[in-house]
């Protein structure tokens, strides 16, 4: 459609099947149209837009004139303007054909000098030729070709400021001396010069000046002063007040969760602390109840309440009127209220007693805070300072009953996998200690001892006489028992004999071949444990002692 201008008037047939393209470029079934630039143009763009006026149509689809045409001149600056006195080079010795006939110059004509016209011009005399001027070209936009300013210093005018200052000084300066030349310092010949040089008049010496621009003087130099809570420049007359500083930020801007302290902007106030998790000591800005509340502020609310009070007492106390008296009278109020206070408790103690009940620990003991510093490393060891005590349990500690000398679970037999005490090998709880025999019974009682007793059995097999063939059974049963129970316990006694030797060789040396040896011989292998299992007495079996009549 923006090439449409260019063809002029289209054919039924045409416009159809330009409006089919158009439709089928806007659902992308077709490729959109390209600019003079290769770009594509959105087939979404209305016909007033894409379409280019008659003045600037190029006959093929572009938007070229819905952009700023590129300006190839160059811009110049505002602050950009004419060097003046600057020269193109060296002036001429003698005058040049065509050249200004008053300065000598090329670069303009008599008619346009601004050299004063000489009585003589240089065409004539050939002497002080002005050198040329250096012709810039300054194409400046239109706001510099109006600028009134341009080109212009501050700095000069500054300059009449200064002259004015400097004069001002000298006739300070000059009064000071006439006074000092008086030869009496008595201040009432002093009045009389001031009123003499007032009755003169007019006829008084200009150069002091009348004693009413004496008085002028003197409120222009009260004037200079600045006024409290504004800045004032007395040469240009321009207040400007001490409102923020635009590089703070704004109590609205430090926060920005609209759920936090709110801020009222017909005041300019917020009265809550922005960042509740930032103490209000190291805060920006804590709101405005905390300036209100700190510092010297609860100190000045104090004083203007109880000037209220005493005003509706009758007395005559008023803080912007007097704020001294006020003062005073406050100071004095807390002084007599604190002598009260201290005689009353006196009173109340001397009559009830009870003092002992008003003297407390120190806070720092109260609340376990103390002024040792202490480091610890990341495993939890002391690197600097005092370790703290460590806590106790509410359970006794080091308490032995019954006689032992180790607690419970000191020591642990493998052979039955239970807990015990060290000191007697002794596995039941809360039992009486037996020292070094309950050890030494406990040894003896190990499944290793009992096989090494069954081996050293003789076997009644073979020791048996040969008339013995008619003895009964169970008579025979009972026997075996007893000689059997006999032999036991002489193996025990030669086991701790043995074991007696053994403790008074213990500081001997001995090979580790010897070693390995004794610590296999009391190794249980699985052969002698089934043997034992098969061939020992069970004595806790309740037909073991049953005789067959």
């Keep these: 459609m923006a090439s449409s201008s260019a063809v002029g008037k289209l054919s039924r047939e045409e416009f159809r099947r330009q409006k089919d393209l158009d439709a089928a470029r806007k659902a992308g079934t077709a490729p959109a149209a390209l600019d003079e630039e290769g770009k594509p143009i959105n087939p979404h763009i209305p016909q007033y837009i894409s379409q280019a006026p008659w003045y600037l149509d190029t006959g093929a689809p572009s938007?070229?004139?819905?952009?700023?045409?590129?300006?190839?001149?160059?811009?110049?600056?505002?602050?950009?303007w004419y060097d003046r006195s600057a020269t193109a080079g060296p002036a001429a010795k003698k005058y040049r054909?065509?050249?200004?006939e008053n300065c000598g110059a090329m670069t303009h004509k008599r008619q346009d000098c601004l050299e004063r016209p000489r009585k003589k011009g240089a065409k004539y005399t050939n002497k002080d030729i002005a050198p040329d001027e250096f012709i810039q070209q300054m194409e400046g936009g239109y706001d510099a070709k109006r600028d009134r300013w341009n080109r212009y210093d501050p700095a000069e005018h500054k300059k009449i400021y200064d002259e004015y200052e400097a004069i001002e000084a000298e006739r300070q300066r000059l009064r000071e001396e006439e006074i000092d030349k008086q030869t009496t310092?008595?201040?009432a010949a002093v009045r009389k010069v001031a009123k003499?040089?007032?009755?003169?008049?007019?006829g008084g010496d200009p150069d002091f000046g009348s004693s009413d621009e004496e008085d002028a003087d003197e409120d222009k130099y009260a004037d200079a002063a600045d006024a409290v809570g504004q800045k004032m420049d007395t040469k240009t007359r321009i207040t400007v007040r001490n409102l923020r500083i635009r590089e703070d930020t704004a109590k609205y801007l430090i926060n920005l969760d609209p759920s936090s302290a709110y801020y009222d902007p017909k005041t300019r106030s917020m009265r809550d602390n922005p960042l509740q998790n930032v103490p209000p000591e190291e805060a920006q800005f804590a709101g405005d109840n905390f300036l209100r509340y700190s510092g010297e502020a609860p100190e000045v609310q104090e004083l203007q309440l109880f000037a209220w009070q005493s005003a509706a007492r009758g007395n005559d106390v008023h803080l912007n009127a007097n704020p001294t008296q006020g003062q005073l009278l406050h100071t004095a109020y807390k002084e007599k209220?604190?002598?009260?206070?201290?005689?009353?408790k006196v009173s109340v103690l001397a009559k009830y007693g009870g003092e002992q009940y008003l003297e407390t620990a120190p806070k720092e003991l109260l609340q376990g805070?103390?002024?040792?510093?202490?480091e610890y490393s990341r495993t939890g060891h002391v690197i600097h300072g005092k370790e703290r005590a460590k806590a106790?349990?509410?359970?006794?500690?080091d308490v032995y009953i019954n006689n032992h000398t180790s607690v419970w679970g000191s020591w642990y037999d493998t052979a039955s996998s239970t807990w015990g005490y060290a000191c007697c090998h002794s596995v039941v709880h809360i039992s009486y200690c037996t020292g070094e025999a309950g050890k030494q019974a406990s040894a003896a009682s190990s499944a290793q001892n009992l096989l090494l007793s069954n081996s050293s059995q003789p076997d009644d097999s073979t020791s048996k006489p040969p008339g013995s063939g008619g003895v009964d059974k169970g008579k025979q049963r009972k026997t075996d028992v007893d000689v059997e129970a006999e032999q036991s316990k002489l193996s025990e006694e030669r086991k701790r004999k043995a074991r007696t030797n053994e403790g008074d060789d213990r500081f001997n040396k001995k090979s580790k071949a010897e070693e390995v040896l004794e610590s296999k011989k009391f190794d249980v292998t699985e052969e002698e444990l089934e043997r034992y299992r098969r061939e020992r007495n069970r004595m806790e079996d309740p037909m073991a002692n049953y005789l067959d009549d």
């Design 63 to 80: 938007l070229s004139h819905q952009r700023r045409p590129a300006d190839d001149r160059p811009t110049n600056k505002l602050d950009q």
């Design 97 to 100: 054909k065509g050249a200004c």
């Design 185 to 187: 310092t008595d201040m």
């Design 196 to 202: 003499a040089g007032k009755a003169d008049g007019k």
């Design 337 to 344: 209220k604190e002598e009260l206070r201290d005689s009353s």
């Design 369 to 374: 805070q103390t002024e040792e510093y202490v």
């Design 392 to 397: 106790r349990s509410k359970y006794p500690e």
